[in-house]
């Protein structure tokens, strides 16, 4: 496992895909209680220029691309990704062991370097979905053993459900290890399209150690006021 930078507790997913709504988002919150998930819908129309937005005002950034590819080009593009001085960087565990310990080497274990974190089944995949691609025996057991793998390849933790926290900190213990979980709602507030929510206290009390929330922030009137509401409930 890596020494890496510290996380912060609550990662907001920036998902938009226009320059203005993201600065003025950028703008609305305060970067001393939160960090900036960069994915792929603000990447890919917005590029490297939505990270350094955010970087400017002084917030950690998750660049959440989610790289699957071969070793050598996901190393590459973690390499990538270091250079965008993010705090952050995740892969597709089901990449598979020659990739993974690729992406491991490519980040590197220095302090500045961002912490490499991996996405197990995605949560949209029930057993039926993944009996269709080849996995007979359901979500549950290609969650363990790629959560498995994930920690045998020496990266720094998992992006989980918050009902899985519990067992992901098992594999990646205190200090260092990171589990991440979105699907988290502030009790009263809408589910949108998450249909397994958790509140953010619970989400930490299982044992996740940054939590990432969009809407709930994003769509508030007040998006700044929204996120103190979030931190001062926990
Ligand atoms: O708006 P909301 O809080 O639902 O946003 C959650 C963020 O976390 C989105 O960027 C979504 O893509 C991401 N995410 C998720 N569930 C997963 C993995 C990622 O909601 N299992």
């Known amino acids: 496992m890596a020494r ?15 320059e ?21 819908e603000a990447f890919t129309a917005l590029g490297p220029r939505a990270v350094e937005w955010a970087r400017e005002r002084g917030f950690p950034v998750f660049l959440d691309l989610k790289f699957h590819d071969i070793p ?9 990704a270091a250079d965008l001085d993010v705090a952050l ?5 089901s990449g598979g062991r020659r990739m993974l310990e690729a992406a491991r080497e490519a980040i590197g274990a220095s302090e500045d370097a961002p912490a490499l974190i991996a996405v197990t ?6 057993d039926a979905d993944l009996a269709e691609i080849g996995v007979a025996d359901g979500a549950e057991a290609q969650v363990g053993r790629l959560a498995r ?37 502030p009790a009263g507030s809408a589910r949108d399209d998450q249909r397994r929510v958790v509140t953010p ?21 007040d998006p ?4 103190e509401a979030i931190v001062a409930a926990l």
């Open 224 to 227: 700044g006021k929204a996120l």
């Open 89 to 93: 960087v995740n892969v597709h565990a």
């Open 149 to 185: 793998l994930t920690a045998e390849t020496g990266l720094d933790g998992v992006v989980c459900s918050a009902r899985e926290a519990a067992s992901m900190r098992v594999l990646f213990p205190a200090e260092t290890g990171l589990v991440v979980t979105p699907g988290v709602r």
């Open 20 to 40: 203005g709504r993201v600065r003025e988002l950028l703008a609305a919150l305060d970067p001393s209680l939160c960090g900036i998930k960069i994915g792929k």
């Open 4 to 18: 890496q930078r510290a996380q912060p507790r609550i990662y907001v997913a920036l998902d938009a895909a226009n």
């Open 121 to 126: 089944v995605l949560t949209s995949m029930e």
């Open 201 to 221: 206290a619970d989400a930490l009390a299982n044992g996740a150690t940054s939590l990432v929330i969009g809407r709930p922030i994003t769509a508030a009137a």
């Open 72 to 80: 050598n080009t996901v190393a590459q593009a973690c390499r990538a």
